[in-house]
């Protein structure tokens, strides 16, 4: 059975089974870029045996797919992604306080809303963290950090299941092998669906007060007014991405709607109808500029696809 035919009897299927898909599915309204082409199609699994299923099926079937979090730190090309999205419904945020600063959180609650749920539970440790625009998942899957905190700091264990669902098993911190920017979920195919924390007893006004000092340096430094996918380079060892970049001349250069900030050069935005060749050709046009003048070889943050 070809690609295209496999697809459409799992969209099918799915449907039968009252499993959430789209065919075609718009990528850039699922990216905080804004921008790229379509995804043969997009399930949403609502539950951990839904999941299981979906993952099933599609190896089953042996067509490719890949797990999509909030998909801000995602670039599908204009070409498209000839396979199945699978992306994590309501049921997997849910938050628990085990007690002790130990918390249990499901793969695709928001740092924000997860930041907010652990103000309240007056636990702090994830200050640096509220600000991220993405999901808990998505956060474990490459280590995510900011303002000298990583996700494995807190991190005790993920539960994650495996590429063709018929395995679910609890991850260490030390078996997930994070580092920077890093997990070995990128290496091993495993689905976060959710983790555990552990957080330390603090004070709810100085926790607050830090998630808001923390916002307005974000705020003030960065072009969140555009959509982008955060830091578009990963930090060279020894250098920072966004001096390098400053330093080579290219801030506020553009290709179509694809700028270098100007307020911030790590940054590659939409500044209005960029199509993902422009903010690819960007990026390549920063990555061989910066190896020109300083021999330095920036690596994308961002997750391509397709």
């Not at 000298?148 to 700091?153: F, I, N, T, Y």
């Not at 260490?172 to 007893?201: C, F, M, W």
């Not at 700028?259 to 050709?281: E, K, M, R, W, Y």
């Amino acid at each position: 059975m070809e690609k295209k035919d496999a697809i459409q009897a799992l969209v099918s299927r799915w449907k039968e089974n009252n499993i959430g898909v789209i065919s075609d599915a718009p990528m850039k309204e699922y990216t905080s870029f804004k921008a790229g082409g379509n995804a043969s199609a997009l399930v949403t699994a609502e539950t951990l045996k839904q999941l299981q299923q979906v993952l099933s099926d599609v190896a089953e079937a042996g067509v490719p797919s890949m797990l999509l979090g909030n998909g801000s730190n995602t670039l599908f090309k204009d070409s498209g992604y000839d396979g199945v999205v699978i992306k994590l419904g309501e049921s997997f945020s849910v938050c628990e306080h085990l007690g002790g600063g130990l918390v249990t959180a499901g793969a695709s609650v928001l740092m924000s809303v997860l930041a907010k749920y652990l103000l309240r539970e007056s636990l702090a440790g994830f200050e640096f963290a509220s600000g991220i625009p993405g999901s808990l998942g998505g956060a474990v899957f490459m280590n995510a950090g900011a303002y000298g905190g990583e996700l494995k700091d807190i991190l005790v264990s993920a539960t994650a299941v495996s590429r063709d669902g018929s395995e679910i098993r609890e991850l260490t911190a030390e078996e997930l092998q994070l580092s920077y920017r890093h997990s070995a979920l990128e290496d091993n195919g495993y689905i976060a669906v959710a983790a555990k924390l552990q957080l330390t007893p603090g004070n709810p006004e100085e926790i607050q007060a830090k998630m808001r000092e923390l916002l307005e340096k974000r705020n003030s430094k960065q072009p969140v007014q555009y959509p982008s996918a955060g830091s578009t380079f990963k930090r060279p060892e020894g250098y920072f991405a966004g001096k390098l970049i400053e330093d080579a001349g290219l801030k506020g250069v553009s290709v179509g709607g694809a700028q270098v900030s100007v307020l911030h050069s790590g940054f590659v935005i939409n500044t209005g109808g960029a199509t993902a060749t422009d903010i690819l050709d960007l990026m390549a046009l920063v990555q061989n500029t910066v190896y020109d003048k300083f021999g330095v070889k920036l690596e994308p943050e961002v997750r391509i696809i397709g």
